[in-house]
């Protein structure tokens, strides 16, 4: 067992009988099932309640403000300051948790597919069904390299311990801390297994881009020809759904770094969505549900233990955790060229983008930066009409550095290796939500098709004239008037009305964060007259 950066306390509690480590998933299924933390449903996965917690929680998210990280994160809303005298008085409350455990669990592994680029990590847990979620999400290492894995990070989850905010400086009982000094991540008062996974995203998020790797918050695949596409898209735009096709080769559902060498997954697994969930739709992630996979807050028959994944009483942001190898003929390992297709996913609920368009190098910053997609009337509460939403590079909660620090180095990429980029629409069409419908997933997929085949390359476009987007004149096999949203409205004066209502949040939003980028990105926005 690695003893890099480990604390004196830390080493101890790792070197007790009581500490379990490594163990199969076989025997981690076993060992949640004895100690009441889930059951087997009758596909054989394991089923779990996270409690309180169904989702993140930003706000309780912290960085450690010190000397490393003092001049390089990018402090504000998303990345909130914590001192070191209060990471430290949490560190020392862990390890005495810990101490009073019956058993704790550790896996050792690694993030990051590219060997060049990969780095051993620890997750150490007090939860075996949490520890099992780490084993399936990070890359699980060859038996003979457990013996000389030096983790370089440590990932400590503690649901039980809860944080008092006056003392313990949090905003809540709930933390997620982490400290790059000391090289630990801290979970507390939180069961839900999604904070262990985005806590060593955003890590890879600080360390990856000062070695000239982009790390992004996409999905990848690979056609039968090797041509690679990328998927961004914030939860909900059908990220996972579009890029598990079973005509072409899954790298990866969410986290991959972009180097010299291509594209690279940086996890080992799948954290799927399973409301709605089916078999037509979703095959492999249906399949994918079986002995050895986790879920997450999804409702079960008591008697019959089957999964009812159209019910949302404990929460809609039910959840699937499996392996990679679950996956058939996904690329092993899990790296790709660079990509010849990058797609950015918004589902519009305001019924006015058009279904894809090709965007233009300026387009590309703009939209990246800006990551929009809709929030839905019954998703949070107080939300009872559509909202913008914006979230930088489709992923703004996870970005320790400046949004433009990425979104500059993807343009780089894309303007160096000839990347085509797309804005594709998820969302709704005739109407806003309420009122259209959503675009047939068949008519996406067909778009997505001719993206990545080379279709739309010399294909004949209109420019929107609100959104200045090129819109395809016609794909094969999709209806003409898909492709232009106003056409699809009863009332086309509602239509601009609704338009111009997006592209004044578009407007604000860039205003507010980003009003020093270069008038040729802002102006490559919507207009509004």
Partial sequence: MGEKNLSPELKAILQRSST?????????????????????????????????????????????????????????????????????????????????????????????ADPEHRMPLRVVNEFAW???????????????????????????????????????????????????????????????????????????NYLLPPKGVLSMHCSANMGSNGHTALFFGLSGTGKTTLSNDPERQLVGDDEHGWSENGVFNIEGGCYAKCINLSREHEPQIWDAIRF????????????????????????????????????????????????????????????????????????????????????????????????????????????????????????????????????????WSGGPYGVGERIKLKYTRRMVSAALSGELNEVETWKDPIFGLHVPVSIEGVPADILNPKKTWEDPEAYDKKALELARAFQENFKKKYADVAPEVQAAGPVVD
């Fill in 130 to 204: 949490q520890n099992l979620f780490a084993r399936q999400l990070f890359i699980r290492p060859k038996r003979d390299e457990l013996a000389t894995i030096e983790p370089e990070f440590t990932v400590i989850a503690v649901p039980g311990l809860k944080a008092d905010p006056e003392k313990d400086g949090t905003n809540s009982e709930a933390f997620v801390i982490v400290s790059f000094s000391s090289r630990v991540v801290l979970i507390g008062g939180t069961a839900y297994a999604g904070e262990i996974k985005k806590s060593i995203f955003s890590v890879m």
């Fill in 292 to 427: 050895g996979s986790v879920l997450e807050n999804v409702v079960i028959d008591p008697d019959d233990r089957i999964p009812d994944y159209d019910d949302g009483s404990f929460t809609e942001n039910t959840r699937v955790a499996y392996p990679l190898d679950y996956i058939p003929g996904r690329v092993d390992p899990s790296m790709a060229g660079h990509p010849d297709a990058v797609i950015f996913l918004t589902a519009d609920a305001f019924g006015v983008l058009p279904p894809i368009s090709i965007l233009t190098e300026e387009q590309i910053m703009y939209h990246f930066v800006s990551g929009y997609t809709s929030k839905l009337a019954g998703t949070e509460r107080g939300i009872v009409e559509p909202e913008a939403t914006f979230s930088a590079c489709f992923g703004e909660p996870f970005l320790p550095l400046s949004p433009l620090k990425y979104a500059e180095m993807l343009r780089d990429r894309v303007h160096k290796h000839g990347s085509k980029v797309y804005l594709i629409n998820t969302g």
């Fill in 20 to 112: 379990l480590s490594n163990l199969s998933a076989p025997q981690l299924v076993e060992k949640a099932v004895k100690r009441g933390e889930g059951t087997l449903t009758a596909n054989g996965a394991l089923s779990v309640r996270t409690g309180k917690y169904t989702g993140r929680s930003p706000n309780d998210k912290f960085i450690v403000k010190d000397d490393v990280t003092r001049d390089t994160v990018a402090w504000g809303a998303v990345n909130r300051p914590i001192s070191e005298e209060n990471f430290q008085k949490l560190y020392d409350q862990v390890m005495e948790y810990l101490n009073t455990l019956d058993e704790v669990f550790v896996f050792e592994g690694y993030v990051g």
